[in-house]
């Protein structure tokens, strides 16, 4: 919901961007999840970029500490 497009933009990164955009890029917060179906090992989610109209996030692999993908991404917004 509210989301018009998610744009791979390197090794587990990728840009969401939003159909109506916040008020501003302080007033909402946006958490993640990742999650690998095949070994259930879970990523960290890092916030890379945040703006009103879009979010950057990357999953770093726990183990390594080195970006990698993940079967399972899951990201959601709370704001004005």
């Known amino acids: 919901y509210n989301v018009s497009s998610v744009t791979r933009t390197g090794l ?8 109506t955009a916040f008020k501003n890029a302080v007033d909402y917060c946006t958490v993640g999840m990742a999650r690998d179906e095949g070994s259930g090992v879970a990523s960290v989610v890092i916030l890379e970029t945040v703006a009103a109209g879009s979010v950057g996030v990357q ?3 726990p183990s390594t500490l080195a970006a990698g993908e993940s079967t399972n991404r899951n990201i959601v917004g709370f704001g004005v």
């Open 12 to 19: 587990g990164a990728y840009t969401i961007n939003f159909t």
């Open 59 to 61: 999953t770093i692999n």
